[in-house]
């Protein structure tokens, strides 16, 4: 006989598509990229899937494996995964999620890619890195138009072709960035790996790398010392002889979140390179990647965030507590609708930004200008909320949220990484700071997006007014540096949920983060928020 029975418990959280979320969707259409809406709710259907969700469940709990030596004591340097792991990669691929808009000339291209981005990561975050890391390499590959002829093809290609052989030989290229150093970090211009000009135009490189990301990756981008200074190189496992390029895998990171994901300390004994761009050119030729996953970072915060608040809405609509359904319940009401305001705000500024590269990358001076400080600023804001969103939204459920079997642990070990990955808070922030001082016009661009806003919302219009002034404040400005970028964050996460949100978001967010009526915990918004209109936006469908 059963000693009990199993109630109020939630329902499991499948079925669904993912890409069913009006902000997304809107911003899809705004950017003249509504043609790929119909693959985004293909690609969605799949990701709000048992069957995905256990690729990404799986490829966690088992992490990849590094095999320095094969069973003879050969040197091999290979890292084994899950099998789910090649099917997130391959299903990412085949959508184009990596490299394909450099080779799509539809509009908007580069949003429609970030969309799919978006909808795909929430299944699992680890494999979007070796992803956005493919996307990225293209631009900076772009300033050798040699290798970008070989490469750029294959690196755009919708064939996923996991394997150790000469990137000449395979359907499709993965790329992989190896830049940072142990007694550098994000001070890159510190590294001391070297790179010797060879008699046939490449170069040998020796040295440590202290995080190269993906090491399973065809080709590299990596920084090094030639004798010209700092420069960028391509390096590819297997050389165009088929011989395995000398690049030696010395362990895999143990991290905090990202398991599914190999990240690996390496060291370079003479591996062969090919130089990127012009000798001690290194940091202005990988910028535009930085940039790239930059975006990513943004997109990615943006993703989890969404997922937090599905989960959370889902569980408080099924689950019953003190006589009512969590979902009915009016403190709960605060707490979802804070949790869904934070994340539309993020996605809005996400797409915007893939919209400005779309339009950057066609010549578009002043969004141009606007990409390159909005990003810097949004990266650093929206992956800095991430961690926060994450655990309130795992809170919602409770213990539930607290065991593995729900999903929120996962996500809220991997919350941190975007906010440290291409540069942690201080270095995006000071970033920011970099754009203006080395682009005033890219000052101009940031407050003619909020003036787009200007008249709509008293409280948005008020908090561009002091903004201004924190600009023409040049007093211990590095020491408050945060503090502007928030702002400018804010700001312009107002001013686009002003113009394109829905009403009622757009509300609770100028009432709260700009009006200041807000505590500082998720779920004090003000008493009159229309709690009705704002858990709609996050309902699963």
């Not at 700092?230 to 010395?250: T, W």
């Not at 804070?338 to 001076?365: F, H, P, Q, Y």
């Not at 606007?370 to 949004?378: I, Q």
């Not at 928030?486 to 009006?515: H, I, K, N, W």
Request: with cysteine.
């Amino acid at each position: 006989m059963p000693t009990h029975e199993v109630t109020n418990q939630v329902p499991d959280p499948y079925g669904h598509d993912v890409a069913a979320d009006p902000a997304l969707l809107a911003a899809l259409h705004r950017a003249g990229a509504g043609w790929a809406e119909d693959e985004l709710h293909e690609l969605g259907r799949l990701a709000g899937s048992e069957e995905a969700d256990t690729w990404g469940r799986l490829a966690n709990e088992n992490p990849p494996v590094l095999r320095t030596h094969d069973r003879y004591g050969h040197r091999v340097d290979e890292v084994e995964f899950h099998p789910y792991w090649h099917r997130l990669m391959d299903t990412a691929v085949r959508y184009g999620l990596h490299a394909a808009p450099w080779a799509d000339d539809r509009p908007g291209a580069h949003t429609a890619r970030a969309a799919k981005f978006y909808v795909w990561g929430q299944v699992e975050a680890g494999h979007t890195c070796p992803i956005s890391m493919t996307y990225a390499a293209v631009p900076a590959l772009r300033a050798t138009p040699d290798l970008a002829e070989r490469y750029e093809p294959l690196l755009s290609a919708r064939e996923y072709d996991f394997g150790l052989r000469e990137p000449g030989t395979k359907r499709g290229l993965i790329a992989g960035m190896s830049m940072t150093e142990k007694q550098g970090g994000s001070d890159v211009r510190a590294n001391t790996t070297t790179a010797v000009p060879h008699t046939d135009g490449s170069y040998r490189l020796t040295g440590h790398k202290w995080f190269t990301s993906a090491p399973m990756s065809d080709v590299f981008l990596t920084l090094a010392q030639a004798p010209g200074g700092l420069s960028c190189f391509l390096l590819p496992r297997v050389l165009p002889d088929g011989s395995r390029n000398p690049i030696r895998l010395q362990r895999l990171k143990d991290k905090l979140g990202n398991k599914s994901n190999a990240s690996a300390e390496i060291e370079y004994e003479g591996a062969t390179g090919w130089l990127v761009g012009e000798e001690g050119r290194g940091v202005p030729t990988i910028i535009e990647m930085v940039n790239m996953t930059r975006l990513d970072c943004t997109i990615g915060a943006a993703s989890g965030m969404r997922y937090g608040t599905v989960r959370a809405l889902h569980h408080a609509t099924h689950r019953r507590a003190f006589g009512a359904a969590l979902v009915d319940q009016p403190l709960m009401r605060n707490v979802l609708a804070d949790l869904v305001v934070e994340s539309e705000a993020a996605t809005v500024v996400a797409m915007r930004l893939a919209a400005a590269t779309d339009a950057a990358l066609a010549g578009d001076e002043q969004e141009t200008l606007l990409r390159r400080l909005g990003l810097a600023v949004s990266k650093y804001w929206v992956c800095k909320r991430g961690p926060a969103h994450a655990a309130e939204a795992l809170e919602c459920l409770g213990g539930n949220g607290y065991v593995e079997e729900s999903g929120m642990p996962r996500l809220y070990r991997e919350a941190p990484l975007v906010s440290i990955w291409e540069g942690s808070g201080n270095v995006a922030a000071l970033d920011a700071l970099r754009a203006m001082a080395r682009r005033p016009a890219s000052v101009d661009a940031f407050l003619a997006e909020l003036d787009a806003a200007a008249g709509a919302d008293r409280r948005l219009d008020a908090a561009t007014a002091a903004l201004r002034k924190q600009l023409g404040d040049l007093t211990d400005l590095e020491y408050r540096t945060r503090r502007l970028v928030e702002s400018m964050a804010l700001t312009l996460q107002g001013s686009l949920l002003v113009r394109y949100g829905d009403p009622a978001v757009a509300d609770a967010f100028c009432a709260s983060r700009l009006g200041g009526d807000h505590g500082l915990a998720f779920g004090t918004l003000p008493a009159g928020t229309d709690t009705a209109a704002i858990l709609d936006r996050a309902v699963r469908r």
